[in-house]
């Protein structure tokens, strides 16, 4: 976790706490709009005080919403570790309070009850004091909000041994910067369903290739990240990680320490999946060899060691492949769902992007500016741009009614006839409205040159409910894309559960592209959502949804999604030239 969300979880919670034990109302939003400036901020507010500590104090109070108290917590954590307040706070809030926070549908006031009158801590006892009735009976409750509760308590209490995969990649790499900047590791990698792109992750792997373990391990155990030892052995250890001073899921990370000629088996091996590691030593069967971690061997029978025995194949991933006849099989696809069977396929690569079709301004929630976000599209060699900017209905964002959408849609159309690198398109993200219509007029959406429709509220819709309401928007003639389809948030929200083949083969017949939102907090559609959508013959459109410029860069997560479905470049419309898409999204989009 960087400082920037460490500190930004501390000033949610002194907000929250002030809801929760009483206290100065303004004060609690000046502390949430510190929290949200942190969310937002690009760059890492240690390296600003750390550029001249003399004058941190009035450089962070410069800017937007830190004031002098802010600016000293700040410092006060940066130089301490920890913030006075929150540290008092927590000894009379417990932190599984604040967890509670987190279940959608539980507001501060109720969590306030829960916890005062019905002693709830956590969410065993909100489970408890759910099934003895007693929350359906206090004031404002009520049985459809408390199975609500109960629906998204199941949710999360599934989820939350893993960890979202934007929270685990950061911290891996962190990790595997340090070994590889180890004076004895020759190569260091993570593996395991991280490697695979998975959207959550269970427990980091990292692989060390080096011929002195020893040190090795003793470099992994003494990192600042690590909160506990697990187990510590010759050529493999485990640590828990500490998530940052704040608070979170801690997450267990595996070492294993191999010899740099058998790293490709190794690899291999923990990457996994473990169902695809099965289909593959079936193969070896067949021809009398077997596989493990330290390599191809020839001879079937289970042998207590290989390691140190002379392989067929173990160097690298590529060899092992192609010892047993088999393409390079990438590691997004390794889950037994046909990848060994099935001929090599041109996935998708971030390198063939070169439009981002879902992009946020100032006009709404965005934090930049017209010239800002082009510069971010052409710093990225992008040839389309769409802007793409909030409907009227979304209040919080901010979302533009008709006048304000012809005004931004006209600035863009004066910026795009400056510009010859890149089409700049003037859309909008509209909001899909509970019952399946727009939130603006299809004379209103006829006018733009580009449309993402996405649902945003009512994500508890039954299923049926849901699947006429996203039919209804593929339908529009007007929509170019279905955005974040499910609504659902990794490990937090489940989101829509309509029938997709339905929308799917809907989507296909209309011409609308489904999207895979990239946020790693939406990662929407899921990977085998794509696959499915592919089935019907659908088009994919990877979108940022970029809101601040480094958004930009959570393109690879959409990628690696996009993989795991099987995406091939053709398939996936950003990836197509300016031309092309052109043609496409002005004409010729349907069935005929
Ligand atoms: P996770 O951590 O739950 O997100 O999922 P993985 O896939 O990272 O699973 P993990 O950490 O238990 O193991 C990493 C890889 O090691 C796994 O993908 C395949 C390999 N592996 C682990 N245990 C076994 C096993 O019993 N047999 C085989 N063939 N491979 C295993
Ligand atoms: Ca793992
Ligand atoms: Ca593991
Ligand atoms: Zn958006």
Not at 336 to 363: K, N, Y
Not at 376 to 398: C, E, K, M, P, Y
Not at 417 to 433: P, S, T
Request: some cysteine; charged content about 25%; proline content about 4%.
């Amino acid at each position: 976790m960087t400082t920037n969300s460490e500190l930004q979880i501390i000033f949610e919670r002194l907000a929250s706490g002030i809801a929760l034990r009483g206290g100065n109302q303004f004060r609690a939003v000046s502390h949430q709009r510190v929290a949200r400036l942190l969310r937002d901020m690009t760059k890492d507010v240690g390296s600003i005080v750390a550029d001249d500590p003399g004058t941190a104090e009035a450089r962070l109070q410069a800017l937007p919403g830190i004031g002098k108290g802010a600016a000293r917590r700040i410092i006060e954590y940066l130089d301490t570790g920890e913030i006075t307040e929150h540290t008092e706070l927590l000894e009379h809030v417990p932190e599984t309070v604040f967890d509670l926070l987190q279940i959608p549908g539980l507001g501060p006031k109720a969590v306030k009850t829960l916890w005062q009158d019905l002693g709830v801590e956590n969410a065993t006892d909100l489970r408890a004091a759910i099934e003895s009735g007693k929350v359906e009976d206090l004031p404002r409750m009520g049985k459809k909000t408390v199975e609500n509760i109960l629906k998204n308590l199941d949710f999360n209490t599934k989820q939350h041994a893993r960890v979202p995969i934007g929270k685990a990649l950061p911290l891996a790499l962190q990790i595997v910067g340090r070994l590889e900047a180890a004076d004895n590791v020759k190569e260091a990698h993570y593996a395991g369903s991280l490697r695979r792109g998975r959207d959550t992750i269970g427990d980091l792997d990292f692989i060390a290739s080096t011929s002195k373990p020893a040190a090795v391990r003793e470099m992994f155990l003494g990192m600042p990240e690590v909160k506990e030892i697990i187990a510590s052995g010759e050529t493999k250890c485990s640590v828990r990680l500490k998530q940052g001073g704040a608070t979170g899921v801690d997450i267990q990370a595996d070492l294993r320490m191999v010899p740099p000629a058998v790293l490709g088996a190794a690899m291999m091996y923990f990457t996994g999946s473990k169902e695809h590691n099965v289909r593959l030593r079936e193969i070896c069967v067949k021809r009398k060899w077997r596989l493990n971690e330290y390599g191809l061997f020839e001879g079937t029978e289970e042998r207590p060691q290989d390691e140190g025995k002379k392989p067929l194949a173990a160097k690298t991933e590529r060899q092992i492949y192609q010892k047993l006849d088999l393409p390079y099989i990438p590691p997004e696809l390794r889950e037994d769902r046909g990848e060994i069977q099935s001929p090599s396929i041109d996935l998708v690569e971030i390198g063939h992007i070169q439009a981002e079709l879902h992009a946020h301004t100032t006009a709404s929630d965005g934090k930049m500016e017209l010239e800002e976000i082009v510069e971010q599209a052409l710093d990225r060699g992008f040839t389309t741009l769409a802007i793409t900017d909030h409907s009227v209905s979304s209040v919080l964002a901010n979302g533009l009614d008709a006048a304000r959408l012809a005004k931004h849609a006209k600035a863009i159309r004066r910026l795009n006839e400056q510009l010859d690198q890149i089409d700049l398109l003037a859309g909008v993200e509209v909001d899909i409205l509970v019952d399946g219509s727009l939130d603006f007029e299809d004379a209103i959406l006829a006018e733009l040159d580009w449309v993402v429709a996405s649902p945003h509220v009512s994500l508890q819709q039954e299923p049926q409910e849901a699947t006429d309401r996203l039919l209804r928007a593929v339908d529009n003639p007007h929509v170019h894309v279905l955005g974040h389809p499910t609504g659902r948030k990794v490990g937090r929200r489940a989101g829509l559960a309509p029938n997709l083949d339905l929308i799917f083969s809907r989507a296909s017949a209309n011409g609308v592209a489904m999207e895979v939102n990239a946020n790693p907090t939406r990662l929407d559609l899921r990977a085998q959502h794509v696959r499915s959508a592919l089935e019907h013959g659908c088009l994919i459109a990877i979108d940022t949804d970029a809101h601040v410029p480094r958004h930009f860069d959570y393109l690879h997560f959409g990628i690696t999604t996009a993989r795991r479905g099987w995406l091939t470049k053709d398939q996936c419309i950003n990836t197509w030239d300016r031309e092309r898409l052109t043609a496409w999204r002005s004409g010729g989009r349907r069935e005929e």
